[in-house]
């Protein structure tokens, strides 16, 4: 498709506004849209494709530009990334721009040091390399630069994966079954999967492939007492109440109003009925309190950097910093030892995060090890054998979008000792 000046221009001011990186890229968009009804589908489309791609290549457009400015930014990452032939942009650009991304095609990737090439801030790159080669840190940093695919779950309490799979090939939606996850769809394209029917009569739920291997990992039983503590907008609480055939009991704890109003709609949709959403002012709650030692399964989806999801998050590299990381461990210590007392004996705890830091990871967990010892850490490529799924990460399970093709989540699993 031809590019147009209004798109030009229009994206340009998209990421004006965006650059600060003051708030989440996406909610800067949505306003963005807001503001300019008029624009179309494809202008959409282009300018979020245009402002999210230059945040993942951002490292590389700044170093061959050496600017920080929005519009050259633009220029320099249509030409390079988004195969614009730079003859096209002649008359609406100025001759010092011309001879700039004239440059920018020769320059070779390579050549430019690792956090250029990984898209990494230099802070990131100290971290990763205490316990990482530079070349697995690079393998890992272009996995993150790509956009992850539209995967989506099978809500199994309504329909059968095979079933989906057919009406989405009949309607020209290129898909296939998952790798790993029993119950997930892969799409080999980005449609309005919102407003399609399986969608709106709750048969399928977008949800990424590590995602719904929590579930897995944490196997709810149906007739169970589960607790999803930082249940969000339930993406995993769904997913947990089908595997319990809706029977049972699921609460999904969050202290974030908006987010558990958002699973409200997703729930009516689901056709569960043992789902009980209760709002919480913090991990200490004494809402929490009375189910102490009561809970067979406590899934612990962690507030954390999501590093692990920079493929959808690219903006997460200047939004978190080495303070945010510290903060974030101690909340995630917190909010662990409070689930914790809620696991019955012999029950299971599920600590997640989507990030790749062993700050936010094994030391959250070798912290909790060393001051509870009434749990049991178990083997989760076992547990996930268990289940039929062949991913072996070792102990903790640890997926990674250069190896699964998943975001880059981390889980542990616990189990109260049996006195
Ligand atoms: C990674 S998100 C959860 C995503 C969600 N499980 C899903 O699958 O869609 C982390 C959640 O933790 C919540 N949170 C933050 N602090 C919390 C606390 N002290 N207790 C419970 N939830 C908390 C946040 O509001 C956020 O929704």
Not at 6 to 35: C, G, H, M, T
Not at 206 to 215: F, I, T
Request: aromatic share 6%; glycine share 6%.
């Amino acid at each position: 498709m031809q590019l147009t000046l209004v798109q030009l221009n229009k994206a340009a001011d998209a990421l004006q506004k965006l650059l600060p990186l003051e708030y989440p890229a996406d909610s800067i968009l949505r306003r963005f849209f807001q503001q300019n009804p008029k624009l179309g589908a494809h202008d959409r489309a282009f300018i979020a494709e245009a402002t999210f791609g230059i945040l993942r290549h951002r490292f590389f457009l700044q170093q061959c530009t050496d600017s920080a400015a929005p519009r050259l930014l633009l220029l320099a990452y249509l030409v390079r990334f988004h195969n614009i032939d730079v003859h096209e942009l002649k008359s609406w650009i100025r001759d010092s721009e011309m001879s700039i991304l004239q440059t920018i095609t020769a320059t070779a990737l390579e050549s430019q040091p690792l956090n250029v090439q990984a898209e990494f801030p230099l802070w990131l790159i100290e971290k990763l390399r205490c316990f990482m080669p530079d070349d697995a840190i690079l393998s890992l940093g272009q996995s993150l630069q790509k956009a992850a695919p539209l995967d989506l779950r099978v809500n199994t309490m309504l329909a059968k994966r095979e079933q989906v799979l057919e009406t989405l090939l009949k309607d020209g939606i290129h898909a296939e079954v998952m790798h790993f996850s029993p119950c997930g769809i892969r799409l080999h394209s980005k449609p309005a999967i919102n407003r399609h029917p399986l969608f709106l009569t709750g048969k399928i739920e977008v949800q990424d492939e590590g995602s719904q291997l929590l579930g897995y990992l944490l196997a709810p039983r149906r007739g169970e007492m589960v607790v999803d503590f930082c249940a969000g907008a339930g993406g995993k609480t769904l997913l947990i109440g089908a595997l319990m055939h809706s029977k049972g009991r699921v609460y999904a704890f969050d202290i974030d109003e908006k987010r558990l109003n958002n699973l409200k709609p997703r729930l009516k949709r689901s056709g569960l009925s043992n789902v009980h959403i209760q709002r919480i002012a913090n991990e200490n709650d004494l809402k929490t309190k009375r189910l102490s030692k009561k809970i067979d399964r406590v899934l612990v989806d962690a507030p954390c950097s999501g590093l692990g999801t920079l493929r959808r998050n690219p903006d997460l590299k200047w939004r978190q910093s080495p303070q945010s990381i510290k903060e974030l461990q101690a909340k995630q210590s917190s909010i662990l030892d409070s689930a914790a007392g809620l696991v019955k004996p012999g029950g299971r705890l599920v600590y997640a995060t989507c990030s790749f830091l062993p700050e936010e990871n094994q030391r959250v967990i070798d912290t909790f090890q060393s001051i509870n010892a009434d749990f049991d850490l178990l083997d989760s490529s076992e547990l996930m054998a268990e289940q039929k799924i062949a991913i072996n990460t070792g102990k903790f399970l640890q997926l990674s979008p250069s190896i699964h093709q998943t975001d880059g989540f981390f889980a542990a699993v616990l189990q109260r000792k049996v006195r």
